[in-house]
């Protein structure tokens, strides 16, 4: 039996541990491929990706594959989708979601060719339901730390060297056209407020458009796409964000948000540009200012849509990675049972072509 997780980047393996630690010592694989949705279409590009997050494992300590396999796993697990991988009668291919967003492709039909998808809440079901996908609510791993307690708000603010007395804003904008950065950017750069403000930007943003982000905010921290997490958000006063997953992250946290718009993006029934309650909304870069002063010194009253976002959005509030696991294995164990039923039928086949021709 053999369960493969993919990693195509160091932020894949950050989402992958809280499931990954719910395994015994090699009952999981750890398969290391490119993130080619993202690069350029340049084979060397590709190599220097898949070495640099080899190197990032190696460092600490992560066993790893890459290139094509020699045996077909019973399971093969993405967070990205993916093509079909593996087989479609012996082996399963598994997504766990690793947002709650949309972006024409999350909650899409294609998912359909995965054998089961891990989501964070009914909520995802009920969508994935939609295009005939199978699913299993497991809740959210990535917020784990979270939910029992072992990342706290002092936690992460230590871990940032920020001091408890200290405001702190993350401004965390979404990739591609649904980005407001270009907006925004000249009133963040000169918000002035007696404040730090760190910058983590979506790990799209890292892999390929980095330099839209250039000089924009000099006196910004810019997080290093391997330091990046929910550890950030969970040391800020206030999280700016526009159209990205990590709003309702900030609100399974009770931090503060507030939302970008940016001009000409209409009403979907994507997630990101659907529920745009969690927090003040700016539709004006002259309007930042005030909004976020008036949200920090009220962060309180957003709290209740916060709250809302925590429930409907991540179900059971930890465990999450304990239950994905349990997943895996339920799946390893259905394309080994698939598997045994073949190879029963084969040599039964087998023996009775063998009578027929004593005859």
């Not at 001009?263 to 930042?288: H, I, K, M, N, Q």
């Not at 976002?309 to 390893?332: N, T, V």
Request: some cysteine; aromatic content about 10%.
């Amino acid at each position: 039996m053999s369960i493969t997780i993919c990693v195509q980047h160091p932020w894949h393996y950050r989402n992958w541990e809280p499931v990954l630690r719910h395994f015994d010592a090699d009952e999981a694989t750890i398969h290391v491929s490119p993130w080619r949705a993202h690069l350029p279409k340049d084979p060397t590009v590709h190599r220097a990706h898949l070495q640099s997050t080899l190197t990032w494992l190696e460092e600490r300590g992560v066993t790893t594959t890459h290139g094509p396999w020699s045996v077909e796993p019973h399971v093969f697990a993405t967070l990205a989708i993916e093509p079909r991988m593996v087989g479609q009668k012996w082996s399963k291919q598994v997504r766990m979601l690793y947002a709650v967003i949309s972006k024409q492709y999350t909650y899409s039909q294609l998912n359909r060719h995965y054998d089961s998808v891990l989501v964070a809440s009914e909520f995802g079901a009920s969508l994935l339901a939609r295009h005939g996908v199978r699913t299993q609510v497991v809740g959210y791993p990535k917020l784990d730390p979270w939910f029992d307690g072992s990342l706290t708000r002092a936690s992460a603010r230590a871990a940032l060297g920020i001091p408890d007395d200290r405001t702190l804003i993350v401004y965390a904008p979404t990739f591609g056209p649904l980005c407001a950065h270009e907006t925004f950017a000249d009133a963040l750069r000169e918000l002035d407020l007696d404040a730090e403000m760190i910058v983590q930007l979506h790990p799209v943003s890292y892999l390929a458009e980095a330099r839209r982000f250039e000089h924009s905010l000099p006196e910004a921290r810019v997080m290093p796409p391997e330091e990046a997490g929910i550890h950030v958000v969970a040391a800020a006063d206030a999280l700016v964000t526009d159209y990205s997953g990590v709003t309702f992250e900030a609100c399974a946290m009770d931090v503060p948000v507030l939302l970008l718009e940016k001009p000409g993006v209409e009403p979907t029934e994507d997630v990101e540009r659907r529920y745009r309650d969690a927090g003040p909304r700016v539709f004006e870069p002259s309007e930042l200012r005030a909004r976020l002063e008036e949200l920090l010194a009220s962060p309180q009253r957003w709290a209740e849509r916060r709250a809302f976002y925590r429930d409907e959005f991540y179900a059971h509030h930890g465990d999450a990675g304990r239950r994905a696991a349990e997943a895996f294995r339920q799946l390893q164990a259905e394309a080994r049972r698939a598997r045994e039923h073949d190879v029963d039928q084969i040599y039964t086949r087998m023996r009775q072509l063998e009578i027929a021709a004593a005859r």
